[in-house]
């Protein structure tokens, strides 16, 4: 089974300012890497797919990289509606496995 | 627009079953594989059981293998999920998600607003 594991559990930032969130897996996931935003009382959201490709809808300032065992979400400068938990995903394609990191709060500082 | 309405949450003793549904509307629903994710109160994700299409590929969480089974009815536009002997650390929101793909990539483009269960005596 592979386990998927954000860095840090909490991230304090102030609006404006950059943020960047770390998924690591352990093993390779080739880029079979997904983000996802969530805010209280709500459902997730798709941010990122394919480790890379936004979502539509999806603004600008959030971007992905990262292959293999590694990740990056980077938000490049922090609006009042970014502060939420955040969450990566792996697949594995046969049979159907999906795993979950344990999610990135971020918070204001 | 894509709509996924989930239901037959609710209270349940230890030990006995319950079954949810998932309504899809807005999409193609027997072109798209479809999948089930919980959270635990103030807990993170955890991805529960996927189906493809056409029933032909199955997957479940180690935590549920054999107590759970995920099906769907294309015919209807719905999903399920039987849960039998349950436990008090499957209590949580449960939400079906719709999976999308691009190219080789898969993720979970629609989500369902979630039906809460909760297993206690």
């Known amino acids: 089974e592979i386990v998927m594991t954000q860095s840090p559990a909490t991230l304090s930032v102030s609006p404006g300012e950059r943020a960047t969130l770390s998924c690591r897996a352990s093993?390779?996931?080739?880029?079979?890497l997904a983000w996802y935003q969530q805010k209280p009382g709500q459902a997730p959201r798709l941010l990122i797919y394919g480790a890379s490709t936004r979502a539509t809808g999806i603004p600008a300032r959030f971007s992905g990289s990262g292959s293999g065992t590694e990740f990056t979400l980077t938000i490049s400068s922090l609006q009042s509606e970014d502060f939420a938990v955040y969450y990566c995903q792996q697949y594995n394609n046969w049979p159907p496995l999906y795993t979950f990191g344990q999610g990135t709060k971020l918070e204001i500082k | 627009e894509v709509q996924l309405v989930e239901s037959g949450g609710g209270l349940v003793q230890p030990g006995r079953s319950l079954r949810l549904s998932c309504a899809a509307s807005g999409f193609t629903f027997d072109d798209y594989a479809m999948h089930w994710v919980r959270q635990a109160p103030g807990k993170g994700l955890e991805w529960v059981s996927g189906i493809s299409w056409n029933s032909g590929s199955i997957g479940y969480a180690d935590s549920v293998k054999g107590r759970f089974t995920i099906s769907r009815d294309n015919a209807k536009n719905s999903l399920y999920l039987q849960m039998n002997s349950l436990r008090a650390e499957d209590t949580a929101l449960y939400y079906c998600?719709?999976?999308?793909?691009?190219?080789?990539?898969?993720?979970?483009?629609?989500w369902g607003q979630g039906t809460l269960v909760t297993v206690s005596s």
């Open positions: 998600a719709k999976e999308g793909y691009s190219s080789s990539w898969y993720y979970f483009d629609y």
């Open positions: 093993q390779s996931v080739s880029s079979n």
